[in-house]
């Protein structure tokens, strides 16, 4: 994928994990948006951060996104058993193509 | 409620076609931008179609550009996705999906459907 994020992290309830989205110059280096999605196992994806840092209504406050240069990132705080998912960052790149980033495997411990 | 629902899913051979739908509720359908995006089996989401509220902007990833179409009906509130020339590689989940409010000029999906299986094989 364009967007590059680790195939996995992990954490222990209550702690606290990021997860990285790295791209270019021609996506989230040019200043394009980022959107993070969390994907539990058999449904579809959710929107969970819109606009690098913006939460829709219903996701929890433990959830925060951040954008700098080529780079995002998703936090979670307060780790809990139930955000044991899959989590696809996703930006524009100005090959006019929609990129997703090949997704994170969260594991809570 | 938003309700995005495919339809039209299944088993084709190599060198098939297959026509997904997806039929919205709950929004003014004519007013939201729609993508298509795909997940193949153990994978992660691959984007694969875009298309504006009044039908006129499309793009495609190179993947299946020049083999796959989509339009939608007003009248329907419906998305399609017209899929020629299938391979093994198309076998995937297909998700239509809402495009919400666009900010930095890139726009989340707010809405997903439950996704349609195409599967790709003799």
């Known amino acids: 994928s364009v967007l590059t994020q680790p195939p996995s992290v992990s954490g222990a309830p209550g702690q606290r994990v990021t997860i990285s989205c790295t791209g270019s110059n021609s996506n989230i280096g040019a200043g394009y948006d980022v959107h993070w999605y969390q994907q539990l196992p058999g449904t579809a994806p959710k929107l969970l951060i819109y606009g690098n840092n913006n939460r829709p209504s219903g996701v929890p406050d433990r959830f925060s996104g951040s954008k700098s240069g080529t780079s995002a990132s998703l936090a979670i705080t307060g780790l809990q058993a139930e955000d044991e998912a899959d989590y696809y960052c996703?930006?524009?790149?100005?090959?006019?193509?929609?990129?997703f980033g090949g997704g994170t495997k969260l594991t809570v411990l | 409620e938003v309700q995005l629902v495919e339809s039209g899913g299944g088993l084709v051979q190599p060198g098939g076609s297959l026509r997904l739908s997806c039929a919205a509720s709950g929004f003014t359908f004519s007013g939201y931008s729609m993508n298509w995006v795909r997940q193949a089996p153990g994978k992660g989401l691959e984007w694969i179609s875009y298309?504006?509220?009044?039908?006129?902007?499309?793009y495609y990833a190179d993947s299946v550009k020049g083999r796959f179409t989509i339009s939608r009906d007003k009248a329907k509130n419906s998305l399609f996705l017209q899929m020629n020339s299938l391979r093994a590689e198309d076998t995937a989940v297909y998700y239509c999906a809402r495009l919400g409010f666009c900010t930095g000029g890139s726009c989340p999906s707010d809405y997903w459907g439950q996704g349609t299986l195409v599967t790709v094989s003799s």
């Open positions: 996703q930006s524009f790149d100005s090959t006019l193509t929609v990129l």
């Open positions: 298309i504006s509220g009044g039908g006129v902007t499309i």
